[in-house]
């Protein structure tokens, strides 16, 4: 069955830099989309960006542009979410999705999802 597994997430201070990634598992992974969204305590689940099939195509939440990069690696079968500059509210439970997707920003398109990696940003 699908299978994504992210890690890399950590307590970082402001200003500082984490990589998370993604691994996936159970599919065809180079032949779907992949986003990060992410969820802060007692806030909803946010659309952070996402990447096409090919790599050719991202999309970015306007509260993490020219911060965060998003890549994939597709004979890996990985995608990475490099953060630079990270500021408190960027502290958030990360998670990473696919399916088959329409619209990169679009939540809904996403059917499967991993469990999430926490990251913490102090200031």
């Known amino acids: 069955q699908v299978q994504l597994v992210e890690s890399g997430g950590g307590l970082v201070q402001a200003g500082g830099s984490l990589r998370l990634s993604c691994a996936g598992s159970?599919?065809?992974?180079?032949?779907?989309?992949m986003g990060w969204f992410r969820q802060a305590p007692g806030k909803e689940r946010e659309f952070v960006a996402a990447?096409?099939?090919?790599?050719?195509?991202?999309a970015y939440a306007n509260s993490v542009k020219g911060r965060f990069t998003i890549s994939r690696d597709n004979p890996k079968n990985t995608v990475y979410l490099q953060m630079n500059s990270l500021k408190p509210e960027d502290t958030a439970v990360y998670y990473c999705?696919?399916?088959?997707?329409?619209?990169?920003?679009?939540?809904?398109?996403?059917?499967?999802w991993g469990q999430g990696t926490q990251v913490t940003v102090s200031s």
């Open positions: 999705a696919t399916g088959r997707v329409y619209d990169l920003e679009r939540m809904s398109d996403y059917t499967y």
């Open positions: 990447v096409s099939w090919s790599g050719g195509s991202t």
């Open positions: 159970g599919w065809t992974f180079s032949m779907y989309a």
